[in-house]
């Protein structure tokens, strides 16, 4: 009853990030075997080990099945029918930031993030990555001076090959899951991290995901290390152009902090959700977890998750240090008719381990969202806590929201504790706000980002700003 | 009685108004017109229509209007949306507000009131020039600053979300106010505070139209005019000393009036 044809006007609200950059692009040829991955390989310059990683990884992939357990509804994937390396094309080697190829810095200007020395945020070190390569990182020499490593993983395989071979996979082992071994196998750039013992990371860490082909896949590969003592906040930005076909991005995050380290992990996740009937749209299905190794150190992830088709994530902690700490915050929300199954697991391994799960989701038109989460406590950890909070909004009458949490506690002498509600935004409440001169969009995206004030309260500055106004544009039309 | 000279315009005119919701007559020809600087008082039984009425005024979507205009400042507003209503001067006091959990108290109160302002081609208010207005306006209703920094309504006790109703009125000084039932809930020394607010933000410009059920508001406050309604209709319309006469005699005296066309 509510302004049905307000509702139909703004729905068409354009996807803001929808263009597509004109520029020539080196692709290899669809599909996947042995030998695509002997290419990329190849192309990346990559020790032997490396690739011995990526064809082990493989041959375990192609023994494993798709998992069906979450009930996504979705077409069947070919793999075949997917380019697993896209690169645009441009000189061999770039010195500086002056050679990399206008069209490119004119594409992460318009997102909102410029990269050349006069224009680059000021605050932020940005790492852009576009389809399957890093193109440029900003700051890079400024970082050098505190031994803070930035920089793409491809960089990172060639110059800093002892840190990689140490730590990759061994957050995510390649066997962990169906993407996270096609992940392992393809894998084609994506950021590395590596914070120094004692060290403050001075400004704030980001990397820029940008897909602009419509047929190749994104499997990117982050790898955050912290040594003892040391600290990072990271931020992830994703978008994607508009195509009326299905785009795969099947990423691995790895975290490891030592000793007395923290890492904090910001995502705002906006890639292209398909149309109002569900044509198009990114599926999002990414492995993403963290090893909090050392005693008392901290890992944090925040997560707001609006765009994608299909969004398959569930970034966990494994809490193996006496006292470590594991945070999860998560909004996500879904329109039309995108799904979200989206969660995280906080594996108490450790004593005296502790963990704070706060979700929110926000389910809209005909979408589904649920959040699936497990709390583990292991037989070591002796006085363990863990505090989880799951709301769900649901605007609409044709939206489903659901909560799944796992608890499994082998140790007596641990506290868990789950809360969970379900709300609606209501015709009264909507009255209320109108009756006060506020319309009707600001009223519901003022209630919306009052249900999610717990989440944005631990996201970095730029990003809450960002993120409240990214929900309102997403919510716009969605009352129905 | 209304139809004596006046020497200015009539602020808000409800005009032989019919209205449903979902397809069952609520209002069956209501007709009121409201001059600057008058109080009127509308009584009647639960279920009378009073309250639908003031919805209507404030453009609830649940109501259709099936018949009849309501003209505020002499022009139709039908088919104003609700924030339009109150961005150019109407006010619905509730009789229940509503608690809108994490949004806070200052923040809805300083979009609100920018809405109106900026419909008065008036500056909008950053957030510390809105401190120093909502400050003042705080004493009129006697709140104390930390209900600013609460989620809207949420947690208040009855007469704490009535204060707010009038604080959200002296912040967006509308040209007319509808009050429903501000005064049910209210303890003695509450009531006395929301009717000297009422009287402070009131003035010859603004008209007031009081939902009540109690002489106890109208001997703080008194009205130019009671209207009794019942079944959709204003059946009695008199001066002040008609609602003294119900107190005393009850609404079974009205059910023998012949509706006064």
Not at chain 1, 5 to 27: C, M
Not at chain 1, 412 to 427: D, F, L, Q, V
Not at chain 2, 225 to 254: C, F, N, P, R
């Amino acid at each position: 009853m509510v302004n049905e044809n307000l509702v139909k006007d703004v729905v068409k609200e354009p996807y803001k990030y929808g263009f597509v950059t004109d520029i020539e692009t080196e692709k290899i040829a669809k599909g996947l075997n042995e030998d695509v991955i002997r290419l990329i390989s190849q192309k990346k310059e990559e020790p032997k080990y490396l690739l011995d990683f990526r064809l082990k990884a493989f041959k375990k992939w192609q023994k494993m099945k798709e998992p069906d357990w979450a009930g996504l509804g979705y077409k069947q994937i070919d793999y075949q029918d997917i380019i697993y390396y896209s690169a645009p094309k441009q000189k061999e080697k770039i010195s500086s930031l002056d050679e990399v190829d206008p069209k490119l810095l004119e594409t992460f200007d318009k997102l909102g993030i410029p990269l050349t020395e006069q224009k680059k945020l000021t605050n932020v070190a940005v790492d852009a990555v576009f389809d399957s390569v890093s193109i440029a990182t900003t700051f890079r020499e400024e970082l050098a001076e505190h031994g803070v490593i930035f920089c793409s993983i491809s960089e990172a395989v060639k110059n800093h090959s002892d840190l990689i071979e140490k730590y990759l996979g061994t957050v995510v082992p390649a066997s962990d899951n169906y993407f996270a071994a096609l992940n392992s196998a393809v894998f084609s750039d994506g950021s590395f991290v590596y914070i120094p013992k004692g060290v403050t990371c001075p400004m704030d860490l980001s990397s820029y995901f940008r897909i602009n082909s419509g047929d190749s896949g994104q499997f990117e590969r982050t790898l955050i290390i912290a040594e003892e003592s040391s600290s990072v906040s990271y931020l992830e930005g994703c978008t994607a152009p508009m195509f009326d076909t299905n785009t795969l991005h099947a990423a691995v995050v790895e975290l490891i902090a030592l000793d007395n380290a923290s890492i904090k992990y910001s995502t705002v996740q906006n890639w292209y959700a398909g149309d109002e009937e569900g044509i198009g749209g990114i599926f999002n299905f990414v492995t993403k977890r963290g090893k909090c190794l050392g005693k008392r150190s901290k890992i944090s992830w925040s997560q707001v998750e609006t765009g994608s088709a299909i969004t398959w994530k569930y970034p966990s902690c494994l809490l193996l240090g006496e006292e470590s700490v594991g945070e999860f915050y998560s909004v996500a929300l879904t329109n039309n008719l995108q799904q979200a199954d989206t969660g995280t697991k906080m594996i108490h391994v450790g004593p005296k381990t502790k963990s704070t799960i706060v979700s929110k989701g926000i389910s809209a038109g005909n979408s589904k969202n649920s959040y699936r989460g497990l709390v583990k406590m292991g037989t070591k950890a002796t006085g363990s806590r863990n505090y989880s909070q799951c709301d769900s909004m649901l605007i609409g009458d044709q939206a489903s929201a659901n909560t799944f949490p796992y608890i499994k506690s082998q140790q007596p002498n641990s506290e868990i504790e789950h809360e969970a509600s379900t709300c609606r935004i209501s015709e009264d409440q909507l009255f209320y706000l109108q009756s006060r001169g506020i319309e009707f969009e600001e009223a519901v995206s003022m209630m919306v980002s009052g249900f999610c004030r717990d989440v944005f309260n631990q996201l970095p500055m730029e990003f809450a700003a960002e993120a409240d106004k990214l929900l309102a544009l997403k919510l716009e039309g969605s009352v129905g | 009685m209304q139809s004596k000279m006046k020497e200015s315009d009539p602020i808000l005119e409800v005009e032989n108004l019919f209205a449903s919701t979902d397809n069952l007559p609520i209002l069956k020809g209501v007709s009121l017109t409201v001059y600057p600087g008058e109080i009127h008082a509308i009584m009647g039984r639960n279920g009378c229509g009073k309250s639908t009425l003031s919805k209507i005024i404030a453009g609830h979507p649940s109501y259709n209007i099936t018949n009849g205009d309501i003209k505020f400042l002499g022009e139709n507003i039908n088919s104003l949306e609700p924030e339009e209503r109150s961005q150019s001067g109407i006010f619905l006091g509730f009789q229940y507000p509503i608690e809108i959990p994490g949004v806070s108290n200052l923040e809805f109160l300083r979009v609100s009131t920018n809405a109106r302002r900026k419909f008065l081609n008036k500056e909008e208010l950053d957030t510390f020039d809105f401190e120093e207005l909502v400050k003042e306006k705080l004493e009129i209703v006697k709140m104390d600053h930390a209900f600013l920094s609460r989620s809207v309504n949420q947690g208040f006790s009855g007469g704490e979300k009535k204060r707010n109703e009038i604080l959200q009125m002296a912040l967006l000084e509308p040209k007319i106010a509808i009050l429903d039932e501000t005064d049910s809930g209210l303890d003695i020394d509450a009531l006395r505070i929301v009717a000297s607010g009422i009287k402070k933000i009131s003035n010859a410009q603004t008209g007031i139209i009081l939902i009540t059920h109690y002489q106890r508001l109208l001997d703080e406050i008194k009205p130019n005019y009671v209207h009794v309604m019942s079944d959709g209709q204003i059946i009695k319309t008199g001066e002040s000393d008609l609602a003294l006469e119900l107190e005393a005699k009850g609404y079974e005296w009205t059910d023998n009036f012949i509706k006064e066309t």
